[in-house]
């Protein structure tokens, strides 16, 4: 099993920079068997040429991204320098979990596209996080141009520390897909993201409205905010992102086909996002 994890940060020293550039060679090593790979793909004339393209992405991004922080895991071993928490992303503490953890994405999840998609992206996201409201569109456009390609998994974890009203609101689009089904859920999700302030801003008041505005019946939604009754699965999603290895939100892992996972820390850009997931689907 092997993990890729990108990081920004804003911090440096002599010891990480030795720690960084072992692991860009690291890195420099793996993409390089990739390509090696796609060379003998002889159905996919262009898949030498993407491999390339991709690499060379890959490798300016670690050293873009190596300022004080970047992380390189393999067979389980992670290797990170430590840093001052990235910029793009609200923490909590320290997690001791490991990205092998992560419960196998199942019908039971949230998805927004095809199960069968031969990647899969499982981000374990905060309703108030405002690093979260700025990486949805990203994954909104991700789905959007990988059509068959990708599968957006979408998974709780509210961060109490930060954001007291984030549970509520993650048991709310619960509700809204058990009276409306999969499409409405993320129709609730994504209502959430448009409106909400963010860092705890949005009126509790808001919620049955948002669920009228997806076309729910307020008062069956409000019957089981109040219930309670999706508080375990929250909290059940929150303990996966921890075992997983999620430090903050928004924690992302991509899924190959193979099995095999990238990591993505923070609200990336969608250049970024792109560049993971066409390193995963060439993963057979």
């Known amino acids: 099993m092997c993990t890729i994890q990108i990081f920004t940060s804003m911090t440096t020293d002599n010891a990480d920079q030795k720690n960084t550039e072992g ?41 873009m991204y190596s300022r004080g922080n970047s992380s390189l895991t393999q067979n389980g071993a992670s290797k990170t320098a430590p840093t001052a928490p990235p910029p793009s992303q609200q923490q909590i503490k320290s997690s001791s979990g490991s990205v092998d953890n ?12 095809s199960l069968n998609a031969p990647v899969k992206v499982v ?3 905060d309703a108030e996080c405002p690093f979260c409201k700025r990486f949805h569109p990203t994954m909104q456009q991700a789905v959007k141009d990988y059509p068959n390609q990708v599968a957006w998994v979408y998974r709780h974890f509210p961060l109490d520390s ?6 509520k609101e993650a048991e709310a689009s619960e509700c809204a897909n058990e009276l409306g ?40 939604f409000e019957q089981c905010l109040s219930s309670g009754k999706y508080a375990q699965h929250v909290a059940d999603n929150l303990a996966d992102a921890t075992g997983a290895g999620g430090q903050g939100t928004p924690y992302t892992v ?18 970024a996002v792109k560049s993971v997931i066409d390193v995963a689907l060439l993963e057979k």
Not at 254 to 271: D, R
């Open 123 to 125: 981000e374990f996201s």
């Open 254 to 271: 991509v899924i190959a086909q193979n099995g095999k996972k990238f990591v993505i820390s923070g609200a990336q850009p969608y250049a």
């Open 181 to 220: 089904g999969n499409d409405t859920f993320w129709a609730y999700l994504d209502r959430v993201f448009e409106v909400t302030p963010s860092n705890n801003g949005l009126d509790p008041a808001e919620l049955p409205k948002i669920a009228q505005y997806v076309g729910l019946d307020a008062a069956k």
């Open 102 to 113: 992560i419960a196998p994405v199942t019908n039971k999840d949230h998805i927004r596209g």
């Open 23 to 63: 692991e860009i060679k690291e890195l420099e090593e793996r993409l390089y068997a990739l390509k090696q790979q796609a060379k003998g793909n002889q159905e996919n004339p262009w898949a030498v040429p993407a491999a390339i393209f991709i690499a060379g992405l890959l490798i300016a991004g670690a050293v």
């Open 162 to 167: 930060l954001h007291s009203k984030a549970r």
